[in-house]
């Protein structure tokens, strides 16, 4: 398997303007991760599904954020408008659905609004 | 709730010299624990993991972490660094088959 694959790697968008960050997770997880890093906050989880159902999104600001998973191989996460505060890597992982494995990164999606 | 501690934000260490980073839970019961490393420019990626099957675990790249629950500790050590072991690493928890919590991350610098 190719592993977690995130597109694209870099965006650079102006203010106000929508961004979408895709990934495909490994094929056969039932969990699917989105994180934000910052030098700031360090690494936050900002929403996760369970089987495509969203299980907890408490850490992704409603206002402007939003996620989906149409199918089991294909999440998105869209940002409208973004904001400079929005700068950072979003990571996405998915695991299996036993708790003692470990979640798989992919490479990440480095964004810059200016 | 579910949480972990790590001590220390940044460690710096000798080159051959041991690396000692500490993690701790908090929990009366002991969950599933692993390290991850995050290298620059890339994602986070799995040093270790304890699944209740034995207390000293071995990673990769020389690695190791004792699981102790009368400390909630999973202290991850290398008996001797190298250079290329510069990155940052994060302890994590997971109870169920839900969501991990990770650590805020320690940074590792290894001087030449």
């Known amino acids: 398997d190719a592993g977690v694959i995130q597109s694209p790697r870099h965006e650079v968008t102006e203010m106000g303007q929508e961004v979408t960050l895709r990934c495909k997770p490994i094929s056969g997880h039932d969990y699917l991760f989105w994180y934000r890093q910052t030098m700031m906050q360090g690494l936050e989880l900002l929403v996760y599904?369970?089987?495509?159902?969203?299980?907890?999104d408490s850490g992704m600001p409603k206002d402007r954020f939003s996620a989906k998973m149409p199918n089991a191989s294909f999440s998105t996460l869209k940002i409208q408008p973004s904001e400079p505060r929005d700068s950072a890597v979003y990571f996405c992982?998915?695991?299996?659905?036993?708790?003692?494995?470990?979640?798989?990164f992919g490479q990440g999606t480095r964004l810059t609004v200016v | 709730a579910q949480s972990v501690t790590q001590l220390g934000s940044h460690v710096s260490v000798s080159e051959g010299a041991l690396v000692l980073l500490r993690c701790n839970y908090s929990?009366?019961?002991?969950?599933?624990l692993f390290w991850y490393v995050q290298y620059p420019n890339q994602g986070l990626q799995l040093l270790l993991k304890y699944t209740s099957a034995a207390t000293l675990v071995k990673g990769i790249n020389g690695f190791e972490a004792e699981f102790k629950k009368s400390e909630t500790s999973f202290h991850l050590t290398k008996p001797s660094a190298h250079m290329s072991d510069a990155a940052e690493y994060f302890c994590a928890v997971r109870y169920n088959a839900g969501k991990s919590t990770f650590g805020d991350g320690t940074t590792l610098t290894v001087k030449p």
């Open positions: 929990s009366s019961v002991p969950p599933y």
């Open positions: 599904f369970n089987n495509k159902a969203v299980m907890d």
């Open positions: 992982a998915s695991s299996p659905g036993q708790a003692n494995t470990e979640a798989f």
